[in-house]
């Protein structure tokens, strides 16, 4: 019996540094695992990609022709757009078809003009009709979808990305290496991430503040509110890291913090989960549904009231000795879980 085709789209992962490249890694080795000769899957990725999935997988190499005409068309019984910029336009094959989005972040941008969020409602809005499955990787995004889109959630349902278990290396040390206890973050420094906060937690005490990942003019912000904390010296901006140097920080770190306005999902928080550290989040997007009632929140962003939550939190952390709850509270979020589920959907769209 002939196994039906499955292509999956992971054509994101040509930048190593972005989100995108985390997740097709995760997502498309646990496929591979978990298939079990189920599907005959083929992989769509730019010819430069650093990772090939050890050649354990056919690949098709993208074309900037595809966008027009792509060759294999009818090729495949199933198609996973996994990410909504894929370059492959679901219109361009003949299959069934599967889109997974991974947020809705420029609807909530405050720089987005309405001309641009109209814009781009009309593009994603035709990528979504053109698909028979819609995947979004937490219930905040599927809200959203449900809610620009009421005619698709009938097809929406959502899937939780894995995460990674980093393993720090004894004998690796980050370029930056605090000598002192310190708090540490990552990600890319938007207003969005809300990094510009967190200088205010290092008030009457003595704690260091490390922030990792790529930088932006937001970088001044930053700056300007450690000085204004009188902390200037311990905060410590480090740009973009290795993920030995990101093990490192996680494991060394006193308490990780998050206070992000736009996040789909919120892999750090789970990669300092599985340090069993305590994470500090804002209340906003997926990031509860991904801290769990294991993670300590902020009710709002006013300094007082941030300094309060991290102070009753650390000290709670210590009295009910909770880091075996935010072990399990990561353990909770697999790439074996999110491939089966995905592997699952494929074959629900060929019985429909």
């Known amino acids: 019996m002939k196994k039906p085709s499955v292509l999956i789209t992971f054509d994101s992962m040509k930048d190593a540094n972005c989100g995108y490249f985390s997740f097709g890694k995760g997502l498309g080795d646990a496929l591979i695992q978990q298939n079990k000769e189920k599907f005959k899957l083929k992989f769509y990725l730019f010819k430069n990609t650093q990772y090939l999935f050890n050649g ?164 001044q912000r930053i700056l300007e509110e450690a000085a204004k904390y009188n902390c200037l010296d311990r905060v410590h901006i480090t740009g973009q890291i290795s993920d030995q140097d990101k093990a490192w920080y996680y494991k060394n770190c006193s308490a990780f913090l998050f206070p992000s306005i736009a996040e789909g999902f919120g892999l750090p928080v789970i990669e300092a989960l599985h340090f069993g550290k305590p994470v500090f989040l804002s209340k906003f997007t997926s990031l509860p549904e991904v801290g769990g009632n294991a993670a300590y929140y902020f009710d709002s962003f006013d300094p007082a009231d941030m300094q309060n939550t991290f102070t009753s939190g650390m000290e709670d952390f210590v009295i009910k000795n909770r880091a075996k709850e935010m072990i399990a509270q990561a353990e909770k979020f697999t790439w074996e879980i999110a491939a089966n589920q995905y592997l699952s959907l494929y074959q629900k769209c060929l019985d429909e």
Not at 80 to 90: G, N
Not at 125 to 146: H, R, W
Not at 168 to 197: C, M, R, W, Y
Not at 203 to 219: A, Q, R
């Open 56 to 219: 354990l997988v056919d690949i098709i190499y993208l074309s900037k022709l595809d966008r027009l005409f792509f060759s294999q068309k009818n090729a495949f019984d199933v198609v996973h757009l996994s990410d909504q910029t894929c370059r492959l336009r679901p219109n361009k094959v003949n299959a069934k078809k599967i889109m997974t989005i991974h947020d809705m972040n420029k609807v909530h941008i405050k720089v987005s003009t309405p001309y641009r969020i109209q814009v781009y409602l009309k593009k994603l809005g035709k990528l979504i009709s053109q698909c028979d499955k819609i995947v979004c990787i937490s219930e905040f995004v599927a809200n959203d979808v449900k809610h620009y889109f009421p005619e698709a959630s009938d097809k929406i349902s959502v899937i939780y990305n894995g995460a990674d278990k980093l393993m720090a290396d004894e004998n690796h040390h980050p370029a930056f290496k605090p000598e002192k206890k310190f708090l540490f973050t990552i990600g890319l420094l938007s207003v969005q991430k809300g990094f510009h906060l967190l200088p205010a937690l290092l008030k009457d005490n003595d704690y260091h503040l490390v922030i990792s990942g790529k930088e932006t003019p937001n970088k």
